[in-house]
């Protein structure tokens, strides 16, 4: 079974060596590596092009304009050829070496359509310890309505399901990555699996953790994407979120 890679880059030459190394080291082969850039400015494609002969025929890459990361993320989504999709950012670096054979062993057990995991966030100048552990044990299907979904960099999902029901809605500014995973797991109901294993390790300062105004955006498109799948909530049910994220930082400090 092929399981597609899809990393996004921009200007990213500082990070995205740690991304290829992981996806190299991992144990499952049996992949496609996707790399699309947005007409990087720095030496991203030097980097992509110097490691492309270390994948030996499994890694596709271009390098043009786009109109952002879900417009990009979309456009690996259109080259990926495998069975199983899933998306690593060029700031990430898979956590284990055996993170896709794990996947890969899930859809193998059949009566799946995605599986996900937990991810840990570090600080970039220091990547070994960890400032909050997002565990997507927890998660339910009902939780959607309070903005929870499972944490996205561990998700990976059948091909046939985004061209099912579609994949990113670039009409949203930093949560197409929710209102994607809502229509999937909560308005169509698709069967997902959780892997108790930490599959990512994400440096913080991202496009959904940089600032009080893109929590702000996020709780806009939070309530934009219930609206409009249909959804209950409300700005106050999508609060408890926080609340929750706050516990998770905390724990990750106090171990």
Same mark, same amino acid.
């Given at each position: 079974?092929k399981?597609?890679?899809?990393?996004?880059?921009?200007?990213?030459?500082?990070?995205?060596?740690?991304?290829?190394?992981?996806?190299?080291?991992?144990?499952?082969?049996?992949?496609? $590596?996707?790399?699309?850039?947005?007409?990087?400015?720095?030496?991203?494609?030097?980097?992509?092009?110097?490691?492309?002969?270390?994948?030996?025929?499994?890694?596709?890459y271009?390098?043009?304009?786009?109109?952002?990361?879900?417009?990009?993320?979309?456009?690996?989504?259109?080259?990926?050829?495998?069975?199983?999709?899933?998306?690593?950012?060029?700031?990430?670096?898979?956590?284990?070496?055996?993170?896709?054979?794990r996947?890969?062993?899930?859809?193998?057990?059949?009566?799946?359509?995605?599986?996900?995991?937990?991810?840990? %966030?570090?600080?970039?100048?220091?990547?070994?310890?960890?400032?909050? %552990?997002?565990?997507?044990?927890?998660?339910?299907?009902?939780?959607?309505?309070?903005?929870?979904?499972?944490?996205?960099?561990?998700?990976?999902?059948?091909?046939?399901?985004?061209?099912?029901?579609g994949?990113?809605?670039?009409s $949203?500014?930093?949560?197409?990555?929710?209102?994607?995973?809502?229509?999937?797991?909560?308005?169509?109901r698709?069967?997902?699996?959780?892997?108790?294993?930490?599959?990512?390790?994400?440096?913080?300062?991202?496009?959904?953790?940089?600032?009080?105004?893109?929590?702000?955006?996020?709780m806009?498109?939070?309530?934009?994407?219930?609206?409009?799948?249909?959804?209950?909530?409300?700005?106050?049910?999508?609060?408890?979120?926080?609340?929750?994220k706050?516990?998770?930082?905390?724990?990750?400090?106090?171990?």
């Open positions: 079974m399981i597609s890679i899809i990393t996004i880059t921009y200007n990213s030459d500082k990070t995205l060596a740690d991304t290829l190394e992981s996806v190299l080291a991992q144990t499952y082969q049996e992949i496609e $590596y996707i790399v699309v850039d947005g007409a990087s400015k720095d030496g991203t494609m030097d980097l992509v092009k110097r490691y492309e002969p270390l994948f030996e025929g499994k890694m596709r271009v390098s043009e304009p786009d109109k952002g990361l879900y417009d990009a993320m979309n456009k690996g989504m259109r080259m990926a050829t495998g069975e199983v999709v899933g998306i690593l950012n060029s700031d990430d670096f898979y956590t284990d070496r055996e993170v896709l054979q996947v890969a062993g899930e859809f193998r057990k059949g009566n799946v359509d995605a599986v996900y995991g937990d991810v840990h %966030y570090v600080q970039p100048e220091d990547l070994s310890h960890c400032v909050r %552990y997002y565990s997507s044990k927890p998660f339910r299907r009902w939780m959607m309505r309070l903005g929870f979904m499972p944490a996205h960099p561990s998700f990976y999902c059948r091909r046939e399901v985004y061209r099912k029901y994949t990113f809605d670039t $949203y500014k930093v949560a197409a990555d929710f209102e994607n995973l809502l229509r999937l797991i909560f308005v169509n698709i069967r997902t699996r959780y892997i108790p294993m930490d599959f990512v390790t994400m440096r913080t300062g991202g496009a959904s953790s940089s600032g009080l105004s893109s929590h702000r955006q996020i806009r498109d939070h309530l934009r994407a219930l609206k409009e799948n249909g959804v209950y909530s409300n700005i106050f049910l999508l609060g408890l979120r926080y609340v929750y706050v516990g998770e930082v905390v724990k990750s400090r106090m171990g």
